[in-house]
């Protein structure tokens, strides 16, 4: 063979290697590339590590030890954990803008329908003072013998629908329209309505001379508790996946939120219902602090997260809330004539009730028990675990709310 056929055979053959690499290295690059997408997809719950499986009636869709930026961004794309996530992320938000609204509004509104201890309040009010701080609102306010009226009458009146009847309802409408333009535009309206619309603007002119809001702090701890509680699990149910320690560190979190909301929920109620009584309000208060430190310390304990604990959890949790069965009952022994005893009861039976569900549904995986692998995206336990917890700490604050009103307005 001529040495230039030579060459080009040679030639020939380095060209065909060169391309044959170049091939097989791209060809390498997309087979770790289609790895890479494996690894990171959802897998079935066969797959998983042994401190990821929890619930065996849940096949598919779980996310396996994935990067942490991939983790984050899972909270927008559809997993079984991804109403989890959502639940109590929501309910976190709402009781963030509860706590907002109740900073800023509640201690400054006067429920005029509730207002029933308004005469006993008057009879040791400062007339001077409501007098002093009238003054600039009501340019027009001739004379003290008139706001001492008004006084008596508000004592000995408050609920009749003729208000004031020995003051001049004419007389009252001129002072009010100083300070009330927008509310009585025409001087000459005597109805009733207009005059227990009235009551209302009386109402929360005077009140803040005469009301001492009493302490907050039982009602924001209980606020915060919730707050922790929700971001803790929608937290812990985001990150677990990434990795056996990142995921002993959110399920200890997760449980001691759980023990923060429930040992906080006992706050408002002992201390509004027994503030007058300080010997049991600290006995009260001491015991589910303590309960609540013990369970978190428990809760701490590597075996507690095994799935045959789950009951045994469920049941730790639901024996620390039904322990306020004990000071709700006594709260009604010593206030059975109030009827805002027994609406904060029927309140705070309710959230026992959904709180209650909630752990019974928790501990008895149902319904993806009766259907395995049908509820793994939507519908299953835990999912209704959260909602009735939001809803339970929800029915919860309003019950707060009737406890600040009857206390700022009675006191002791």
């Known amino acids: 063979m001529a040495p230039t056929a030579v060459a080009t055979a040679e030639e020939a053959e380095r060209l065909a290697a060169a391309a044959w690499g170049e091939e097989g290295e791209e060809e390498g690059k997309r087979g770790a590339g289609m790895k890479r997408r494996k690894r990171y997809g959802l897998v079935e719950y066969r797959a998983l590590p042994g401190y990821l499986r929890d619930n065996e009636y849940i096949h598919r869709h779980y996310r396996c030890e994935w990067p942490l930026p991939q983790v984050l961004l899972s909270a927008f794309s559809i997993h079984n954990e991804t109403l989890n996530v959502w639940t109590h992320l929501i309910g976190f938000f709402i009781f963030l803008a509860l706590t907002i609204y109740t900073a800023t509004q509640v201690p400054n509104v006067v429920d005029i329908q509730s207002l029933k201890h308004l005469p006993d309040v008057l009879r040791n009010a400062d007339i001077h003072k409501i007098q002093a701080e009238l003054v600039s609102c009501l340019p027009s306010l001739p004379h003290l013998s008139d706001l001492e009226k008004l006084k008596d009458e508000l004592k000995s009146s408050w609920n009749s629908m003729e208000v004031l009847p020995s003051l001049s309802r004419w007389h009252l409408l001129e002072l009010l329209s100083n300070c009330l333009p927008h509310r009585f535009t025409h001087t000459n309206e005597t109805s009733l309505s207009v005059l227990q619309s009235m009551k209302d603007d009386i109402a929360n002119m005077i009140a803040p001379e005469l009301i001492r809001p009493i302490a907050r702090w039982p009602f924001f701890a209980f606020l915060g508790g919730a707050m922790f509680c929700l971001l803790a699990s929608s937290t812990c149910h985001l990150l677990s ?172």
């Open 241 to 412: 996946c990434h990795s056996r320690r990142l995921a002993y560190i959110m399920l200890r979190l997760d449980y001691a939120g759980i023990a923060a909301l429930i040992a906080t929920s006992f706050y408002p109620p002992v201390y509004y219902s027994f503030m007058c009584y300080p010997f049991f309000c600290n006995l009260y208060l001491s015991f589910i602090t303590i309960l609540g430190v013990a369970t978190i310390a428990f809760s701490l304990l590597p075996v507690f997260q095994n799935p045959e604990f789950r009951t045994i959890r469920a049941c730790l949790f639901f024996g620390m809330g039904a322990s306020g069965v004990i000071p709700v009952l006594h709260k009604l022994v010593l206030f059975w004539h109030q009827p805002e005893a027994l609406h904060t009861t029927g309140y705070e039976v309710l959230m026992g009730l959904f709180y209650g569900l909630g752990a019974l549904v928790y501990a008895t995986r149902v319904p993806e028990r009766w259907m395995p692998g049908k509820f793994d995206i939507a519908g299953h336990s835990h999912q209704l675990f959260h909602i009735l917890v939001v809803a339970g700490a929800y029915t919860h604050y309003h019950a707060g709310l009737v406890y600040l009103k009857w206390r700022d307005l009675q006191g002791c």
